[in-house]
Antibody, heavy 121, light 107 residues
Framework: QVQLQESGPGLVKPSETLSLTCTVS????????WTWIRQPAGKGLEYIGR???????NYSPSLKSRVTMSVDTSKSQFSLMLRSVTAADTAMYYC???????????????WGQGTLVTVSS | DIQMTQSPSSLSASVGDRVTISCRAS??????LAWFQQKPGKAPESLIY???NLQSGVPSKFSGSASGTEFTLTISSLQPEDFASYYC?????????FGGGTKVEIK
């Protein structure tokens, strides 16, 4: 059974950098793509971006200027950095696995439990 | 960006009811549509992918269908554990986008 676990500070100051890591167990990090999705309290889901084991990335255009993702296959981990955060970045952050459907398109299958990040001074 | 319009935003239903939730894409996405269930305080879980394929372990009371850019999630007989929020997501084109969600509440 694939499991994903987010870790990182729960409180970040405005203008600083949010850093989260996701540890993957029960699966091979090299065979899928890996994604971050966030959800402000009481609101909907927002796709942040994805990274492949090769290090190739796709970022949401709305966040692209502030986002960097990285992967460490030796540790079965991938990470998110979001720079210059504001209160609007306060949300539950989920790390998620993507896998190919029958047509070869990448779809979400497994979710981490999420970690709440609050941006406040 | 592809806009996903989900309706209704909320509904009240009774145990045993048949429930349908709709999701419309602003342009063609083939069948690259997924549905997720989210219970309060929990992470979303995958229900359906490719518009109508059940994720492994998901009960058959859930089903999905597609007609052009209109997609439907159906719960055949609502049970207490099904009261939750449901989201659609298109994964046809980047950036991947979600519908606004449907909260299914107890009548």
């Amino acid at each position: 059974q694939v499991q994903l676990q987010e870790s990182g500070p729960g409180l970040v100051k405005p203008s600083e950098t949010l850093s989260l890591t996701c540890t993957v167990s029960g699966g091979f990090i090299s065979t899928n793509s890996w994604t971050w999705i966030r959800q402000p309290a009481g609101k909907g889901l927002e796709y942040i971006g994805r990274i492949f084991a090769t290090g190739s990335t796709n970022y949401s255009p709305s966040l692209k200027s502030r986002v960097t993702m990285s992967v460490d296959t030796s540790k079965s981990q991938f990470s998110l950095m979001l720079r210059s955060v504001t209160a609007a970045d306060t949300a539950m952050y989920y790390c998620v696995r993507e896998t190919k459907d029958d047509s070869g398109y990448l779809r979400v299958d497994y979710w981490g439990q999420g970690t709440l990040v609050t941006v406040s001074s | 960006d592809i806009q996903m319009t989900q309706s209704p935003s909320s509904l009240s239903a009774s145990v045993g009811d048949r429930v349908t939730i709709s999701c419309r894409a602003s342009q063609g996405i083939s069948n690259h549509l997924a549905w997720f269930q989210q219970k309060p305080g929990k992470a979303p879980e995958s229900l359906i992918y490719a518009a109508s394929n059940l994720q492994s372990g998901v009960p058959s009371k859930f089903s999905g269908s597609a007609s052009g850019t209109e997609f439907t999630l159906t719960i055949s007989s609502l049970q207490p554990e099904d009261f939750a929020s449901y989201y659609c997501q298109q994964y046809h084109d980047y950036p991947l986008t979600f519908g606004g969600g449907t909260k299914v509440e107890i009548k």
